[in-house]
């Protein structure tokens, strides 16, 4: 397992791959779905073009795009303890600065 900070964020988002993503889901007890891979993956994409994490509204805009207007809150109903908390962490993604945990 790559190493984490001491909130269980990966140091080196290079280091993450679908596995890691496994284990940490694991850990939040959430089972992935091909949504959860849809949206991981996005954010994936999104950190190698600006290594950044991507803000939620850029995931969920991706998100409606392929499930319909009626998902607005699918990114909250797969991750219900926070975009930051979970779906960043999941992603691998460093925990993104300034951000609330929620």
């Known amino acids: 397992m790559p190493k984490t900070d001491d909130e269980g964020y990966l140091v080196d ?8 993503a496994r284990e940490f889901a694991l850990k939040e007890n959430i089972q992935l779905t ?13 950190y190698a ?10 995931v969920m805009k991706h998100l409606a795009e392929r499930m319909g207007p009626g998902s607005r809150n699918a990114l909250f109903e797969m991750f219900p303890y926070g975009y930051v908390k979970q779906a960043c962490k999941i992603a691998g993604m460093k925990r993104p600065r300034g951000w609330s945990t929620g």
Do not use: G, L, T
């Open 49 to 58: 073009d600006h290594q950044i994490a991507p803000d939620a509204r850029h």
């Open 34 to 46: 091909e949504d959860h891979w849809d949206a991981i993956r996005f954010m994936r994409a999104y």
């Open 13 to 20: 988002p290079i280091e993450w791959n679908e596995d890691v």
